[in-house]
Nanobody, 116 residues
Framework: QVQLVESGGGLVQAGGSLRLSCAASGSISSVNAMGWYRQAPGKQREFVALITSSGSTNYADSVKGRFTISRDNAKNTVYLQMNSLKPGDTAVYYC??????????WGQGTQVTVSS
């Protein structure tokens, strides 16, 4: 069993910054990639960013240049630095882990609210 625990969400004014963290623990075989998704009220969950075990990154167009994903492989932890936040970034942010066996795990989510 794998557990993902997110932290770092909160309320911030537009233009501000937040840093999300996601720590993975449990029976982790080998990690292929970790990433972040988000879900705003009334909308489907959408991809935000991911980082592979080799350090390659990918971002949604809506966050490029504002968000940065990084990871600490030794700690099985992934981070999402969010700068220049906009009200449209308001959502529940979920951490995601994909193992090399193809198994997908999700965290419980952390709320990010950006006020205008």
């Amino acid at each position: 069993q794998v557990q993902l625990v997110e932290s770092g969400g909160g309320l911030v004014q537009a233009g501000g910054s937040l840093r999300l963290s996601c720590a993975a623990s449990g029976s982790i075989s080998s990690v292929n990639a970790m990433g972040w998704y988000r879900q705003a009220p009334g909308k489907q969950r959408e991809f935000v960013a991911l980082i592979t075990s080799s350090g390659s990154t990918n971002y949604a167009d809506s966050v490029k240049g504002r968000f940065t994903i990084s990871r600490d492989n030794a700690k099985n932890t992934v981070y999402l630095q969010m700068n220049s936040l906009k009200p449209g970034d308001t959502a529940v942010y979920y951490c995601n882990l994909v193992s090399t066996l193809g198994r997908v795990y999700w965290g419980q989510g952390t709320q990010v609210t950006v006020s205008s």
